[in-house]
């Protein structure tokens, strides 16, 4: 779109700027977390994000790319915490221990989070320092996470739910409009067992008439 914009025809100037307003309402919502899926790809990382912002922001490049950095640490240190209180006690303890130890846990969470920033960043740079994965190997990403989870075991509890998320809301979108179109002003008291069973019923029949063309 950008080369587009120097078109020399008038018409595709303008037909790329409604584009282009159709592109950043969907671009601003979901740029950072594409961003950040991209870096946990052994074979690209921060580098290919690097590259893109560069292309597409030109001289302001450098704040969106630090934008996904920061992202990247605030997400470290969140998931850190949940491999921050990990010790296990027994299962009986008096009052006074147990108060103690509510006492203790906010010093044991201050304690973590002042050390978590230097620790998860280091972690950080380390993965982000290391070779890319080649591009010309076979490569499994969910193989290379599960391999490298004792050595990195943040980043692969982050990778894990991140790369879950899926790369198009269509399929749910167009969920919604199905089932706008079966409750109706006049079906606004089904059940949601009734308002299943017609949208499995309806995606059924539409799967028989199409097989039998």
Same mark, same amino acid.
């Given at each position: 779109m950008i080369e587009w914009e120097k078109s020399d025809y008038d018409y595709v100037r303008m037909m790329v700027s409604r584009m282009k307003q159709k592109f950043k309402k969907y671009w601003d919502e979901c740029c950072l977390v594409l961003a950040v899926v991209v870096v946990f790809y052994p074979r690209f990382k921060l580098d290919l994000v690097e590259y893109f912002d560069s292309r597409i922001y030109g001289i302001y490049a450098q704040s969106y790319i630090q934008r996904v950095r920061d992202k990247l640490v605030n997400l470290f240190i969140d998931y850190g915490r949940s491999f921050a209180i990990s010790v296990k006690e027994p299962n009986v303890m008096s009052n006074s221990r147990v108060e103690t130890r509510a006492s203790l846990l906010d010093f044991n969470r201050w304690c973590y *989070?002042?050390? @978590? +920033? %230097? %620790?998860?960043k280091s972690k950080l740079e380390s993965y982000l320092e290391e070779t890319r994965f080649s591009r010309a190997e076979t490569f499994n990403i969910l193989d290379w996470w599960k391999t490298n989870s004792p050595r990195l075991? @943040?980043?692969?509890k982050i990778a894990r #739910? $991140?790369?879950a998320v899926p790369a198009t809301t269509v399929a +749910?979108?167009? !969920?919604?409009s199905v089932g706008g179109c079966i $409750? #109706?002003? +006049?079906r606004t008291c089904l059940l949601p067992d009734a308002v *299943? !069973?017609?949208v499995v019923a309806d995606d059924w029949i539409e799967s028989i008439s199409k097989r039998s063309k």
């Open positions: *989070e002042s050390r @978590v +920033s %230097n %620790n998860q075991p @943040v980043l692969a #739910d $991140i790369l +749910s979108e167009a !969920a919604f $409750i #109706d002003e +006049s *299943e !069973a017609l």
